[in-house]
């Protein structure tokens, strides 16, 4: 069983910053990386950013420069923080695994619950 959860979402203003952490439990075997997605009220879950288990990063076009994603593969957290934020930021954010290991398992994606980030003007 592989669960993870979310936290260090809230309201902030434009310009400020928060930091996303992403608790993951189980698997361990499966050498996890982390992927963070987010959704807006009306909108479809979007990419945000990746980590592989190499440390290999990626990110949307909307949060380069802005986001940070790491991992701490020793405590099973993962991290993504986030920098001058914008209004277009705001959306429910999900923590996801990847992973590159053989086993069906471990390559099937488990999501968190989400945690709510606001961005007001």
């Known amino acids: 069983q592989v669960q993870l959860v979310e936290s260090g979402g809230g309201s902030v203003q434009a310009g400020g910053s928060l930091r996303l952490s992403c608790a993951v439990s189980?698997?361990?075997?499966?050498?996890?990386?982390l992927s963070w997605y987010r959704q807006a009220p009306g909108k479809e879950r979007e990419f945000v950013s990746s980590?592989?288990?190499?440390?290999?990063?990626r990110y949307a076009d909307s949060v380069k420069g802005r986001f940070t994603i790491s991992q701490d593969n020793a405590i099973n957290m993962g991290y993504l923080q986030m920098n001058s934020l914008k209004p277009e930021d705001a959306a429910m954010y999900y923590c996801?695994?990847?992973?590159?290991?053989?086993?069906?398992?471990?390559?099937?994606?488990?999501w968190g619950q989400g945690t709510q980030v606001t961005v007001s003007s």
């Open positions: 996801v695994t990847n992973s590159k290991a053989d086993s069906m398992f471990c390559r099937t994606p488990h």
């Open positions: 980590i592989d288990s190499a440390g290999s990063t």
């Open positions: 189980g698997g361990t075997y499966c050498h996890f990386g």
